[in-house]
């Protein structure tokens, strides 16, 4: 009977649970044998892999994180441990491997698959939503609807005391949480890291605003959208209002997948087995206007992944 071999690696996101039930129990319907990598690379180079079965990923659809969890693995790097890494799965008679993670995951995916001719397959499970070829990655729903959640509950405070409120979260390279929480919780400002803001033009914002008799303002910041301190101590000069600041930091990472994440693990899982099926391997699969689809692996991570600045230009305009 043939195998396969899943891990997760990198950032965990709400959804590989889901993720990981839907390739056992659908890669047993195919009539493979499933196997788990526990800690990602670092497991696979030390070889903590076991044999997974139905019940093995039983009362895992609705939880956060990752049962077989994740660690980053920077001797992952050397040409060596990888070959170590191989030796591994070849031991078990293992030549087909679903890497569920982000760019950093997939990098690894394709040394496997370039240098040993290992068949992998990426789905793509994080938050922050920066791989380009794929319009939604796994977890980012749910890490949004998390930032939302902090959002609402923030603007009830902000109304009351009249606040300047900050919501910092994470996106250091990619502001796609902030770009969507932002929007779906009518902020008043958005700071990316792909579009440079002037701060002195928020400040002066805040002071318009406040003249057209809006009391509260909430902006959302990305993490790699500048100098947070410098944008502070930017409103207080002008406003001479200090804003409040919430962090929400790893809170981002956990919870329970929605339900958009929960179905969209299950349709990558089961096309990612169906590829391996038909032979095929360095593939990432995606979903593009809705439909699921792979591409070749080194493509995808090739693309380059820009703002929406569409979406954008409709934060600005709403919160005139």
Same mark, same amino acid.
């Given at each position: 009977m043939k195998k396969i071999a899943v891990l997760t690696s990198g950032g965990d996101a709400p959804g590989m649970n889901a993720c990981l039930r839907a390739v056992v129990r659908?890669?047993?319907?195919?009539?493979?044998?499933?196997?788990?990598?526990e800690r990602g690379y670092a497991g696979l180079i030390k070889g903590d892999i076991f044999q997974m079965y139905p019940r093995s990923v039983s009362d895992i659809i609705q939880r956060g994180g990752t049962i077989l969890k994740t660690a980053r693995s920077l001797?992952?790097?050397?040409?060596? /441990?990888?070959?170590? *890494?191989?030796?591994?799965?070849? &031991?078990?008679? @293992?030549d087909n491997l679903i890497v569920i993670g982000g760019d950093g995951s997939y990098a690894g995916a394709l040394a496997l698959h370039k240098e040993f001719g290992i068949n992998v397959i990426g789905i793509p499970g994080t938050i922050d939503n920066d791989l380009a070829y794929t319009d939604f990655t796994l977890g980012f729903d749910t890490a949004v609807n998390t930032v939302l959640g902090a959002i609402n509950n923030l603007r009830d405070t902000n109304a009351s005391h009249e606040r300047v409120s900050i919501v910092e979260v994470m996106g250091r390279n990619c502001g796609d949480i902030a770009l969507y929480s932002g929007l779906a919780g009518g902020c008043e400002y958005v700071l990316v890291p792909?579009?440079?803001?002037?701060?002195?033009?928020?400040?002066?914002? /805040?002071?318009?605003? *406040?003249?057209?008799?809006?009391? &509260?303002?909430? @902006?959302?910041?990305?993490?790699?959208?500048g100098d947070k301190t410098e944008l502070i101590s930017t409103i207080k000069q002008i406003t001479g209002?200090?804003?409040?600041?919430?962090?929400?930091?790893?809170?981002?990472?956990g919870g329970s997948p929605s339900n958009v994440d929960r179905v969209?693990?299950?349709?990558?899982?089961?096309?990612?087995?169906?590829l391996l099926?038909?032979?095929?391997g360095?593939?990432?699969?995606?979903?593009?206007?809705?439909?699921?689809?792979?591409?070749?692996?080194?493509?995808?991570?090739?693309?380059?992944?820009?703002?929406?600045?569409?979406?954008?230009?409709?934060?600005?305009?709403?919160?005139?």
């Open positions: 659908y890669g047993i319907y195919r009539e493979y044998k499933i196997y788990g990598i001797e992952f790097k050397q040409f060596e /441990v990888r070959e170590q *890494a191989v030796e591994n799965l070849r &031991s078990r008679d @293992i792909e579009i440079k803001t002037d701060f002195k033009e928020v400040a002066e914002r /805040v002071n318009l605003s *406040a003249k057209r008799g809006k009391t &509260s303002n909430m @902006i959302v910041f990305a993490e790699g959208a209002r200090t804003p409040t600041v919430t962090t929400l930091g790893h809170i981002q990472r969209l693990a299950a349709q990558f899982a089961s096309y990612a087995v169906d099926c038909k032979g095929e360095a593939k990432a699969v995606g979903i593009k206007d809705n439909k699921i689809f792979a591409m070749d692996l080194e493509a995808a991570l090739n693309e380059k992944k820009d703002i929406d600045k569409n979406l954008y230009k409709m934060t600005q305009l709403l919160s005139l």
